[in-house]
Nanobody, 126 residues
Framework: QLQLAESGGGLVQPGGSLRLSCTASGQALDLYIVGWFRQAPGKEREGVSC????????YYADFVKGRFTISRDNDQGMVWLEMNDLRPDDTAVYYC???????????????????RGRGTLVAVSS
């Protein structure tokens, strides 16, 4: 069974950058669509960005378009989220999640996933 582990979170000032990593194990990553989701304190979980099995299709929520970039390397079993121009309202726990039988945009919009990592905290504050 696929297992996911996030890393790369931390405290950053507004306008700064972070790169989140998601390491997959237990099963071939190319069987799965993968996405990043986040949940801020007191708020609902929301889809940030998702990427298709071989990376040809990506989806970004409107609130991160032009600032975040998702990428993957199936041979390495890795998915990344490059985050630039971070804002205080980007503060949240970020989760790497995956699903086998799905489409990229619907998975991000509905949040229907099968596997989730433990999350990594991103805090944006001066």
């Amino acid at each position: 069974q696929l297992q996911l582990a996030e890393s790369g979170g931390g405290l950053v000032q507004p306008g700064g950058s972070l790169r989140l990593s998601c390491t997959a194990s237990g099963q071939a990553l190319d069987l799965y669509i993968v996405g990043w989701f986040r949940q801020a304190p007191g708020k609902e979980r929301e889809g940030v960005s998702c990427i298709s099995r071989v990376g040809g299709t990506t989806y970004y929520a409107d609130f991160v378009k032009g600032r975040f970039t998702i990428s993957r390397d199936n041979d390495q079993g890795m998915v990344w989220l490059e985050m630039n121009d971070l804002r205080p309202d980007d503060t949240a726990v970020y989760y790497c999640e995956a699903r086998q039988l799905a489409s990229t945009q619907p998975m991000c919009e509905t949040g229907a996933t099968d596997v989730r990592g433990r999350g990594t905290l991103v805090a944006v504050s001066s």
